[in-house]
């Protein structure tokens, strides 16, 4: 539920401003998790029930429909409506719940519970009766009660249960609840997960996250270079030796990804082209021939007649493919061209030193006497052992790849697109920009 603050004084006027609040569901995932949402709309009150067939099917389905668990179904026009008396009064006289067997049901009861004490004490059992009414699915069950002896300012002190019980004899529980016939919201404890994929207003955190990341990235690119043109001082293998320090090797890095210019003009101009241009042309909805395009704002599509353009639809539900490309793809993919390009220079400084020459008198003579057996099997030690951080940054370019195809595997089958014809810049550059990377620092030329 999305919803504004309440306001502490009820306004009770029937010229009040109505809230604004609006659902937002996910109607199961039976594909992948084999799990399904029962939902119910009960006089106006709605609830819901989760099943997961993974841990096997269920004999019995037990949906309270009211009270509604506080933690998560009440809305702020509920309290509201509750106040000033608007609400409909023959709708809490009752608890109700819906009940789905494959056998005939013996009995239902109802259990209260407080839990002021401490810990949860049974205040209320009560057997719930039948509705005879035609319908082909589910039972419906109810009882009567005193909800006026349940209001409370605590939204979390009673807790409902109820207990099925069919003609086999097995017993069944309903998830022990919390609820608040006076509309009093529970809080309820995130776990990191769930905050932050519920708890974060996404929608006024992506443009912030996206041109963080823009920036980040326009940094990493264009403040080395300009250092490199009108800087007198120049970051190198050497520089960093020489003076130890985080932000020396940062620079050196940085700066070395300038010097391969085909990668580094490359990501810029990709980040150009993210920021003006479409993104992808993909089919967005399932019937009609018509394709939209998408750019970091949004989905650009035209109604079925071509008689109206929707811009920028399915904004901040976008960022799922947005961010995930900066952050995965992206940023890791300058951080690995760069590191690519330090390794070479420090290859070209070790391979230099161990040949007996320096690289400005390389076109001197080789004034040391060595043996030339043993300079080989050192530089062959070199070559084959200390190499070995260029063969995990080639992993890591790998993984990067892989991220970047599974995602453009997951456009391709969402909206029915061919990567070499709607959306070639996007599936493509990485994966070129970091091949090149690779081959260009092989060798010290």
Known sequence: MHQKPSES??????????????WEWEMGDWRKSRAMRIMAVDRGHVSYLDIDFKSGTKKTIVLP?????????????????????????????TIRCIVFSI??????????????????????????????????????????????????????????????????????????????????????????KEFFVMGC???????PIFWSAIYLMLSILLIPKICLIFSKEQYSYKTSICEKGLINCI??????????????????????????????????????????????MGWVVKNLNNSEKHEYIGSPDIMVVVLSHFFFVVIPSILVAGA????????KEHFLSLSGKKEDDSSQKNKRSVKYDNQGRRIAKFLFVERLFRKILLVVCLAICWKHFMNCRVLIKAY?????????????TIPLLLAYAVYKTRSIQ
Not at 11 to 19: I, V
Not at 65 to 93: A, G, I, K, N, W
Not at 258 to 263: A, E, F, G, H, N
Not at 278 to 290: C, K, M, R, S
């Open 251 to 296: 620079a050196w890095v940085l700066q070395d990804l300038c010097r391969i210019p085909v990668v580094w003009f490359g990501i810029l101009g990709y980040l150009i082209y993210l920021i003006s241009c479409p993104w992808l042309i993909g089919q967005v909805f399932t019937d009609g021939e018509n394709r939209g395009y998408m750019t970091y």
């Open 201 to 207: 207003q996404w929608a006024v955190l992506y443009y």
């Open 416 to 428: 029915e697109m061919n990567p070499l014809l709607h959306f070639p810049v996007y599936s493509l």
């Open 340 to 347: 690519l390009a330090a390794e070479r220079g420090i290859y």
């Open 65 to 93: 429909t009211f009270p509604l668990d506080s933690r998560f179904m009440l809305t702020s026009s509920f309290h509201q409506m509750y106040e000033c008396q608007h609400m409909v009064p023959f709708s809490f006289e």
């Open 9 to 22: 004084a009820k306004n009770c006027s029937s010229q009040a401003p109505p809230l604004k609040e609006f």
């Open 103 to 192: 056998s005939p049901i013996m009995s239902v009861v109802a259990r209260i519970y407080d839990t002021r004490p401490g810990s949860p004490h049974l205040i209320m059992e009560t057997t719930m009766t039948k509705f005879v009414r035609d319908v082909s699915r589910g039972d419906i069950y109810a009882a009567a009660w005193n909800y006026k002896a349940f209001e409370d300012p605590s939204p979390d002190r009673f807790w409902l249960q109820i207990e099925v019980t069919d003609a086999m004899g097995r017993s069944t529980l309903s998830e022990l609840r919390p609820f608040s016939v006076n509309g009093l919201s529970a809080k309820i404890s995130w776990t990191w």
